[in-house]
C-alpha cells in the first residue's frame, strides 16, 4: 500500500520523524496518518468478515470489503476524508462511506460497518497500533537489554568512582552501573508484554455500547472480530472505561522513565571532564528528547479518562494525538537505546584514572568504619573527615594524612590495626560490597526473562 | 503514639484534608508528617534489629533502638529535624541523630542506621506507606465495587436513555452502567492489589548502592530487613530505579481515573434538569476533586525517573511531595466512592420518564435497521431521520410521521412489514441488543475477583 | 512553495489534522512540517542578507541565498533531511548544507548559515510559527469575542437558571453568561497580543553564545537579521534561557483554558434534557478535544526550562514537538470558537419553560432575605427550605407553600410584608442583583480594547 | 495569632516543609493551614466592614466582626472546621458558622458572609496569599538577581570553556554565564510583579455571580471590601473564569524554570570533575526538588479552568492544593536561590585549568574560519577536524598538529597568514565575540529594573 498515507510517512518522518519517529524494525512509523488508515482499514475489513460468518451477510461481503480496503487511497480521497472529517468530529464515517462506495454489490455494501459506531472502529485500530508499537519496543529493549547485560558481565570488576548528587562518593563498578540498566530495561521489557499479551481486546459496542443494531447478534459478531484481528474479546464494551488506553500509555511512559536514566548517565559518563564512556552522541540525547515528552502525554490521557456517560464530548477526541504520539516516542526511544548501548564505548583507564585522581578520598567511609568499634560512629567520621579535607588542600596522600594525625595513629596502636590493614582498607577494589553480587542477581534475572 | 506528628494529622485535616486526605478506615492519614515519621523509625527499627539478627550488633540492639523509635517526638525534637533537614536535604540524617542519642548503650547505638544511607530509610518507608495506602484504597473500592454489583444486578432491565456527546441516543439500561462503573472498579482493585503484591520491596544499598560498609554482610542483613518489615527483597538496589516508584503512582492514578468517570456520571445523571440518580452530594465533587489532581503527579513522578548516576540531585527529592499527596488522593477518592456508591438513589420513575419524554427517536436506528433491506441504509437512514426531525418539530409521535411517509408507508406494505412489528421496533425494551449479556459478564468477572 | 512539504500539509490535514490542525484563516497549517522548512528557510535566507549588509558577504549573497532558500524542495531533498536530522540530531546542518548546494557561487554560499548555530535557526524560526499562530488565534478569538459581545447584549435580560454544581440555583441571565464568556476571550487576546508583540525575538548566539565566529560584528549582524525578519532583537542570548517559549506556550494554553470553559458550557447547555442553547454540534466538542490536550504539552515546556550550560543535551530537542503541537490546538481551538459562538442560537423559551419549571424555588434565597430580619437568618432559612421541600414534593407552588406555613405567614402579618411583595419576591427578574451591570462592564471592557 | 494554625506550621515544617515550605523572609509560611486560615478570616472581616461602610449593617458590625476573626482557634474549633468541610466540601460554612457564633450581637452577626458564597471567600484568601508569596518570591528573586549581577561584573573577563550537549565547546566567560542567570532572573522578577500588580482582584459574586442576595448595593459592597482588602475591584465576578488563577500559576511555574536552569548549572558546574564553582550543598538540590514539582502543578490548574456554568463541580475544589502548593514551591526555590547565588564561590583557577587542558581545540572553529577563505568552509573544516583529533590522540599541542598538516601550512604561506596569527587565533581569550557586550547588556537591564 505505497499510497496508503498520500506521502506523509516520508515527509513525516524529514522533520521531527528522523528522531522521534523512529518505526518498527521493519521502518514503518508505528502510529502516524498512514498506520492509523491501515488499522481502521483493516478492522472495518475484520468486521465485515466477522458479520459474513455471523451469517449477517451474504457470502462473498467479508472479502470484497476486505479487497476495497486493501486499494490505495489517493489524495483526492483523503481529502474527502478530512472534509468528512471535520463535519463529524472524527475520520470514520468519511472512511466508511468512502468504504462502501467502493464496494459495489448492495448486499455486500450492507456489511460495511455493520453494527458498528465511529469509537468501536478507531478504538479497536488503537489496539492495532499498540500491538505493533508495543512489538517494536520489546524488541529493541530486548536487544538494548542483551547489550546491557554484555556490558554488566565484562565490566563485573571494572571499578570506577560512584557518584552522588553528582559529587565523587564511594567506589562501584561499571559492571554494577551495567547492572541497574539492565534491571530496569528487563522490567521495561516485561510490562510492556504483560500489557500487550493482557490488555489489547477489540472495542465493539455499537451506538451506546448495547450493539442494540445486530440484535441478539452482537457478541457472536464481536467474538468473530476479535478472532479475526487476532486481539482478545472483552467481557465489555470499554468505550468509556479507559484502563486499556491508560495501562498501554503507562508502560510505554514507564519504558521512556526506564530509558531517561540510562541516557542521562551516558550523557554523564561521556562529559569531556569525565571521558569514562563514549558512544553515538546523538542516541542519548535523542533519548531524553523523547523521554521527557512521555510524561505530560500520560498525565493527558489519563486525565481524560473522564468522560461523559455513554460516550465522552472531547476527552475521548483528546486521547488520539497524545496516544499515537506517546508509542512514536517510546518506539523511537528504545531504537536509539538499541543503538546507543550495543555501540557504546567503554573507557576502563579513564575509569581508572579519575578513581586514582580522587586519592583514596572516597574511601574515608570504609576507614571510619574501621575505627568506628574503638572510637564511636561520631568521633572517628570526625577525624576521618579532617584527615580528608587536610589531604584534600594540601596534596599529601590520605593515608599520610590519616596517620599523620596522633589519634588516629594512637587508636590504631592501641586497637592493634596495621598499617597494612590500612592501606588496605584503602584499595577500592576491596570496598565493593555487594556489588558484584547485584550483578549475578541482575544477570540471573535478565537470564530467566531472556534464556540464551 | 499519639503525638508523633506534632498535632498536625488534626490541623492537617481540618482544611483540605476533610476531603483530600480522608485516610484509611481506621481513620489515620495515610502519608501525611506523622505517617512518614512512623514509617521512618520503623524501618531504622528493622534495621537495627536485622542488624543484631546478623550477628553485626549486640544482642539487644535491635530492641532497644525499637524502644528508641517508639517513643514519641516532642515539638522541640520536630523542630530540630527541620532545622537537620534544611542542612542536609533530606529529614533522615536528623532523624538517625536524635534515635541514636535515644539509645544510652554504645554498642547498641552503633546499630543505629548502620550501613544505610538516607535514601534506604525513606524509599523503604515509602514502601509502607504505600502498602497502608493502596490496601486502604483496596478496601474502600472492593465495597465501592460490591455496591456497584448490586446496582448492576437490581438494575438489569431499568431502561433509560443513553447519551453520547450528551445528547441523547439509544436505550440503555441503568444495570449497564452500573455495570460499566463495577468492571472499572474492578480493574483498579486487581491492579493495585497486583502492584501492592508484586512490587513493594525494601530498598538498601548503603551510599552508592553497593552497602560496601557492611562487607559481605549486605545482601544477608536486606534479607532480614526486608523480613523484618514484611516487604519483599529486592534483588538490587533500585535507589535510582524508580519502576517501583512509578508502579505505584501509576496504579493510583488509575483508580482515580476509573472514579472519575463514574464520579461525572453521578454529577451529570444528578442534573436538576436529568434527576436520574441522587447522592451525597459533596461525594462526587469531592471524588472529582481529588481525580482531577492525579495526572500532573503522576507526570512529576514520572518525570523524576532521569536520575543521575548514584543518586538524583533533585529528581529524588522532588518525589516525596507528590508521591504522597498522590497516595492521599487515591484512598481519599476511594473512601469518598464507598460514601457515593452505597447511597446512591436511583429514580427509575424519572429515568422511565425522560425516555418516555423522547418519544420514540431514540429508536431511530433500529426502525432503520428495519427499512434497510428493502431500501439501502443511506435511503433509509434519511427517510427515517425527516420523519423524527418531523416528529420532533411537530409533536407528531413519531410512529404517525412514520407512516405519513408515503415511502416508508409503501416499502412497509411491499416488504410485508407490519405496523405491529413496526410498533414493537419502538420499543424501548426490545432495542437492547447485548446489553443484559454484558451486565451478566461483568458480574460474573466480579464474582470471580470478589466471590461471595 | 507548493511542494515545500512534500504533501504532509493535505496528508497531515486528513487525519486528525482537520480537527486540531486547522490553520490560519488563510487555512496554512500554522506548525506543520511545511510551516517548520518554510520559517527556518526564511531564517538562513534572511541571515544571508544581514551578513552581507553587514559587509561580511559579498554584494548579491544575500539574495543568491534567498532564491536558494524560495525553489521547492522535492522527495530526494526531504529524504536527505530526514537522514541528516537523524545523524546530527536536529535538522539544521542537512538543510544548511542543501542549502548551501543550491548556491553555485562560492563567495555567497559562505554567507550560508554564517556565524549560526542550528539551535538560532530553529529558535528564530519558532518564533516566525508563533508570529503566524499568535496572530491566527487572536483573529479568530477576537471574531468569537465579538459574537460573545453581541449576545451579551441582545440577551441582557434573557432569564435562565444559573446552575452550580451542576444543580440549579439561582436566576441570571444569558446576557451574564456571554459576558463571562466575552471577559475571558478579551483577556484571552490581550495576553496573546501582548506575548507577540514583546516577547518574540530573534536568537542568535553561534556555537556556544558568544557569535565568536563573527568577530566583533555579531551583536550588528544580529540587529540585521531582526530587521530582516521583522522580530525584536534580543539584548542576550536566550539558547539556554527558555522564557520566551514558555510565555508563547503558556498564552495559547491560557487561551484553551478560556476555550475550554466555554466549550463546556454549551455542551451542558445543549445538552438534550437542558435544550437552551444549540449550534454546530461538532465545535464545542473539537474545541475541548482541542483543549484537553494542552496542559501537559505546557508542562512539557516549563519542564524543558531545565537546560544545561550552553546547550542542552534533550531539553531543547523535546521542545520541539510540544510546541508545534500546542499553537496548533490554540488556533484550530480557536477557529472552532469563532465558528460556534458565531452561529450560537439561544433558545429563550427553552430557558424560559425551564425556569418556570423550578417552580419558584430558585428564589428560595431571596424569601430568605426577606425573613431574615424578623426571624434570625438560620430560622429562616430553615422555615423557607421546608416549604421549598414541601413544593418541590407535593407539586404545590412555592408561594402557596410558603403561606401556608404558619409561622411565615404570622411573621409576614407581623412585619407588615405583603403577599403582593412575597409575590414580586418570586419573580426571577427581580432577583438578578448587579448581573446587568456586570454586563455593562464587560461590553464596556471589550469596547475599550476592540473599538467599533 | 500563634495558635491560629493548631501547631500545623511547625508540625508540618519538621518533615519536608524545611525544603519545600520555606516561607517569606518573616518566616511564615505562604500557603499552608495557618495562612489559608488566616486570609480567609482577613476577607470575611474585610466583608463586615465593607458591608457596614455600604450602610447594610449596623455600626460596629465591621468591628465585631474583625475582633472576632483575630481570636484564636483551638483544636477543637479546628476540628468543628474540618468536620464542617467534609460535609459541604469547603471549609468557608463551618468557618462563618464559627465566626457567627462569635459575634454576640445579632444585628452584627448578620454581616457575617453577607451576600457572599464560599468561593468568593476562598478565591479572594488566596488573592491574599499570592500577593504575600508573589512578594516573597520577588523580593528572594531580586537579591539572588543581584548576586548573578556581582558575578557578572566581576568574571566578565573569566574564562571557561563553553559546554554544549554536555561536551566541551568554544571559550565563553563565567560572566556572560552568570548575565544568562541573570536575565532570567529579571525576567522572572519582572512577570511576577506584573501579574501582582495588575492580576490579583477580590472575587465577589454571591450565589451564582449576581449578587443578587445584595439587591443593587452588590458592586458597591464589592468596591469597598476591594478598598478594605487593598485588592483590585473586578469588573465581572471571576468565579468560573480562572485566568487569574492561571496567570498567578504560570508566573510562579516561571519563576521555577528560571531557577531550574541556574540550578542546574551549578551542580554540573560543582561536579568533582568540573569544579569550577562552589556553594552551598544542599541549595542546588532542593530548588530542583522544588522546580520539577511546578509543571505538573501548573499544568492541572490549566486543566481545570473547564468549569462549569455558575460553579464547577470538582474543577474548582482540584485548585486548592496544587495552588497553595505551587506557591509555596516558587517561594522556597526562590530563598534558596539567594542563599545559593549569594555564597556561590567561583574557582578561576580550576576555569583556566580545565581550559588550558582542552588544548586548544576549542578553537578549531576559529582556525576554521581562519582557513575558509582561501580553503572553502567544508575543506577547511575537515582539515583542521583531522589536526584536532591528531592533538586529542597523540598528545601533540593543536598548534603542532595544525602546521604538521602539508595542506594547511602551504595555504597559511599562501594567503600570506603568519603562525603569530594562527597563535594568536588560539588565544581563547580573543575568541569571545561579543560576550562581553552581552553581559554589559544584561547589567545595563538588569540596572534599570533595580535601579542602585
Known amino acids: 500500500m505505497p499510497d496508503q498515507n498520500g506521502g506523509s510517512a516520508s515527509a513525516g518522518s524529514w522533520l521531527f520523524g528522523a528522531v522521534f519517529g523512529r518505526g518498527s524494525s521493519s521502518g514503518t512509523p508505528v502510529a502516524d496518518d498512514g498506520a492509523w488508515l491501515r488499522s481502521m482499514l483493516a478492522v472495518e475489513a475484520a468486521l465485515a468478515r466477522a458479520v459474513e460468518r455471523a451469517g449477517l451477510a451474504p457470502r462473498g461481503a467479508g472479502a470484497a470489503v476486505t479487497t476495497a480496503a486493501a486499494a490505495d487511497f489517493g489524495p483526492s480521497e483523503l481529502a474527502e476524508l478530512g472534509r468528512a472529517a471535520a463535519l463529524t468530529g472524527n475520520p470514520v464515517p468519511g472512511l466508511a462511506r468512502v468504504l462502501a462506495r467502493r464496494v459495489s454489490e448492495p448486499a455486500a455494501r450492507a456489511a460495511v460497518h455493520a453494527g458498528a459506531t465511529s469509537q468501536d472502529i478507531m478504538d479497536t485500530a488503537a489496539m492495532l497500533l499498540a500491538r505493533d508499537a508495543l512489538g517494536a519496543a520489546i524488541t529493541d529493549l530486548t536487544a538494548a537489554a542483551g547489550a546491557a547485560a554484555r556490558l554488566a558481565g565484562t565490566h563485573r570488576r571494572t571499578l570506577m568512582i560512584g557518584r ?29 508484554a504483560f500489557v500487550r499479551d493482557t490488555r489489547l481486546a477489540v472495542q465493539f ?174 568521633h572517628a567520621h570526625d577525624l576521618v573527615t579532617n584527615a580528608a579535607a587536610k589531604s584534600a588542600t594540601s596534596g599529601v596522600p590520605f593515608l599520610d594524612a590519616l596517620l599523620a594525625t596522633p589519634e588516629i595513629e594512637n587508636t590504631l596502636t592501641r586497637a592493634g590495626i596495621s598499617h597494612a590493614r590500612v592501606e588496605a582498607a584503602l584499595d577500592p577494589a576491596g570496598y565493593l560490597g555487594s556489588a558484584e553480587a547485584f550483578i549475578t542477581a541482575a544477570l540471573d534475572a535478565h537470564e530467566r526473562l531472556v534464556p540464551g
Not at 170 to 178: M, N, S
Not at 182 to 188: I, K, N, R, T, V
Not at 209 to 222: C, H, M
Open 205 to 378: 459496542g455499537g451506538a451506546a455500547g448495547t450493539l442494540a443494531s445486530l440484535g441478539a447478534d452482537g457478541v457472536r459478531v464481536r467474538a468473530l472480530l476479535a478472532e479475526e484481528l487476532g486481539l482478545a474479546d472483552a467481557a465489555l464494551p470499554w468505550h468509556t472505561e479507559r484502563l486499556r488506553v491508560i495501562d498501554i500509555a503507562a508502560v510505554s511512559a514507564r519504558a521512556c522513565a526506564t530509558l531517561s536514566k540510562i541516557a542521562r548517565d551516558v550523557t554523564l559518563l561521556a562529559q569531556t571532564e569525565v571521558g569514562e564512556v563514549k558512544g553515538n552522541p546523538v542516541a542519548a540525547v535523542a533519548i531524553l528528547g523523547c523521554t521527557r515528552q512521555a510524561p505530560g502525554l500520560l498525565a493527558t490521557l489519563v486525565a481524560c479518562a473522564e468522560q461523559e456517560n455513554q460516550r465522552a464530548a472531547g476527552a475521548w477526541h483528546a486521547e488520539w494525538q497524545p496516544y499515537s504520539h506517546l508509542l512514536e516516542l517510546a518506539v523511537s526511544a528504545a531504537a536509539w537505546s538499541r543503538d546507543l548501548l550495543a555501540a557504546l564505548d567503554v573507557d576502563t583507564a579513564r575509569m581508572a584514572a579519575n578513581l586514582a585522581e580522587a586519592g583514596g578520598l572516597p574511601l574515608a567511609e570504609g576507614i571510619t568504619a574501621l575505627l568506628r568499634a574503638p572510637l564511636g560512629a561520631a
Open 164 to 192: 552522588t548528587l553528582l559529587q565523587q562518593a564511594v567506589p562501584v563498578t561499571f559492571g554494577l552501573v551495567a547492572a541497574g540498566w539492565l534491571s530496569g530495561l528487563d522490567s521495561a521489557v516485561e510490562w510492556l
